[in-house]
């Protein structure tokens, strides 16, 4: 057997071996995703919900889903947290706004999410109300 075609099984070997490499983080990818706001690296396992779309530390998201889970949207931008919402059982749901498309979203919060930034969305409009505070005392 030639030097050439040792080398080129090697590299043969090399390829198979880099394509499995790939293959093997595209899985990891489908496992977890990098958090393009904070960089936190996210499982996409989350307790309470079933599709994991938002970071847990920062609760920026991803404009990827048209509905829960498909990941058919075609924007791709971020998604700021602007506020949460309560459902009438007393879930907490986090509104998004898409940074590129502006499209909202309300998307349901984890267990694992972080209590304070969860609650300082809770309390803006009670911290930066929209209007003068004087005014209530003139009603």
Do not use: K, Y
Not at 20 to 25: D, F, H
Not at 101 to 114: E, I, M, P, Q, S
Request: aromatic share 2%.
């Amino acid at each position: 057997m030639s030097r050439n075609t040792s080398s080129r099984n090697a590299s043969a070997r090399g390829a198979s071996v880099r394509n499995t490499s790939r293959r093997a983080r595209s899985e990891a990818r489908a496992e977890s995703f990098r958090c393009l706001h904070c960089g936190l690296d996210v499982s996409m396992s989350a307790a309470g919900t079933g599709h994991r779309n938002h970071c847990p530390n920062c609760l920026w998201s991803r404009h990827l889903d048209d509905a829960p889970g498909d990941r058919a949207a075609d924007c791709g931008a971020r998604m700021e947290p602007l506020a949460i919402s309560v459902r009438g059982d007393g879930e907490w749901v986090l509104v998004h706004r898409c940074t590129g498309c502006g499209v909202l979203h309300a998307n349901r919060t984890a267990g694992d999410d972080n209590a304070l930034p969860l609650t300082r969305l809770a309390v803006r409009p009670l911290a930066q109300p929209p209007f003068p505070l004087e005014r209530l005392s003139a009603l």
